[in-house]
């Protein structure tokens, strides 16, 4: 059974999503229901909502989104990784008064923010403060971001962190050697986890399971099956693929492992990472 950490929904009647308007094919609404109907075809059991880079004042709207969709009887959600804004001064207030039943686990998005952003020392104060919260942080970055990214976790040694998307690679484009590096780099932090999630949708229209593989088993190697989550990224990885399809892409990238490690990255990582019981 398989544990969907990076679900995205989309409900425009009710949030704001500023980075739609540039979305292409993303630019509808996308929801539970919907979701749902294919999830339970193809083994996913539980699920945590990721964030949709909602227009600021709109993020508690979301965590109380997500908080109706847990209600409803036999939801697959177990909770939100909710966006927020650690270079705020308003952080600290916003993160004693979160509601921990529904936010598993904090969100900024690195990749269309500033390089320095994430070198502020007020955001590096919060994101410390995250892990005396006992809540993780999913990094979304760019590959050319990583180097970065090495500084923001050794900042705070105590904090949970994920890497969202393998890293970004730029897989379509042939791009290794530099990710390679500072996955590893990345990969020598104990604190440090990787998401196999949705890279589908870097291996441009016509991939197939190979352009994927060299990424997935250099991950592997680097982080181990112990530190490895799967998610789907959906409905981001319906660029290139149907949800289906990602999920038998992701059993086959992971045929290496081992049946109780299988279970690891589809479902018991997950569990320990977001305290999901």
Not at 30 to 36: G, Q
Request: proline content about 6%; overall charge negative.
């Amino acid at each position: 059974m398989i544990f969907d950490t990076h679900l995205h929904l989309v409900d425009r009647s009710r949030l704001r999503y500023p980075w739609l308007a540039g979305a292409g094919p993303l630019a509808r609404d996308w929801s539970y229901e919907d979701y749902e109907a294919s999830a339970r075809r193809i083994g996913i059991t539980d699920v945590l909502h990721m964030e949709v880079d909602v227009a600021p004042e709109d993020i508690d709207a979301e965590t109380d989104f997500i908080r109706e969709l847990m209600a409803r009887p036999d939801s697959l959600i177990r909770g939100a990784i909710s966006a927020a804004r650690p270079e705020s001064p308003d952080f600290a207030p916003w993160l004693e008064r979160v509601d921990r039943k529904v936010v598993r686990g904090i969100r900024r998005i690195l990749h269309e923010s500033p390089d320095e952003l994430s070198t502020r020392p007020v955001f590096r104060q919060n994101i410390r403060a995250l892990g005396a919260a006992g809540l993780p942080f999913d990094i979304c970055a760019l590959a050319r971001q990583l180097a970065l990214m090495v500084d923001l976790v050794d900042a705070a040694p105590d904090t949970c962190f994920i890497i969202d998307h393998c890293g970004n690679p730029r897989i379509a484009d042939r791009e290794f050697d530099a990710w390679a590096a500072d996955i590893r780099s990345l990969a020598a932090r104990p604190h440090v986890n990787i998401k196999l999630s949705g890279i589908c949708a870097y291996g441009g229209p016509d991939w197939v399971l190979a352009d994927l593989q060299p990424y997935v088993d250099h991950v592997l190697d680097c982080f181990g099956p112990e530190r490895l989550v799967w998610g789907s990224d959906s409905p981001v990885c319906t660029n290139h693929s149907s949800l289906a399809e990602w999920v038998a892409a992701s059993q086959a990238l992971l045929a290496r492992c081992t049946d109780s490690e299988r279970r690891a990255v589809f479902q018991a990582n997950a569990r320990r990472i977001w305290s999901v019981a």
